[in-house]
């Protein structure tokens, strides 16, 4: 079993520094009306970027496996959380967005699929606990947008 580490350290109040394994620093800090001073993101914050980093990690690498091409990538994360302590998350939606010309939608849905439900670790650690939905959007160039929700959840 892989075993990761991570450090944080208080810089002033409550903005912290945290280093993993790969050594690089991220920057943490509350709202100012929690006794910080809005000069990072938040945990919970950086909580949707991993999860939005680990399935796009996922995604783009399926496609180019399937040799899809495409001209750019995003994805877009929204969050709701409770509005008692803790406020923790309940539900997060996944908008994939591709932009390029003959994106094939099955590979999309595959390649998102497969993230979902079997490689993003990120995912898998939250979905016993938050309701995850995705959905996905490809803008073609020469053709009106496609959008589709999907009624997978993980």
């Not at 923790?88 to 939606?93: M, Y």
């Amino acid at each position: 079993m892989p075993t990761k580490n991570a450090v944080v350290k208080q810089l002033r109040g409550i903005t912290l520094a945290a280093k993993a394994d790969s050594n690089h620093w991220v920057m943490m800090d509350g709202r100012d009306s929690s006794g910080g001073e809005g000069a990072a993101s938040t945990p919970k914050e950086l909580l949707l970027m991993a999860l939005g980093g680990c399935t796009s990690m996922d995604v783009i690498p399926i496609l180019k496996k399937m040799r899809v091409q495409f001209d750019a990538f995003e994805a877009h994360l929204t969050g709701n959380a409770r509005e008692e302590h803790p406020q923790a998350f309940t539900d997060i939606h996944i908008e994939y967005i591709f932009h390029g010309d003959a994106i094939p939608e099955a590979d999309v849905q595959r390649a998102i699929e497969l993230s979902t439900t079997k490689y993003c670790s990120v995912s898998a650690m939250l979905r016993d606990s938050v309701k995850i939905t995705h959905s996905y959007t490809i803008h073609p160039t020469s053709q009106p947008d496609i959008k589709t929700e999907s009624p997978i959840t993980s």
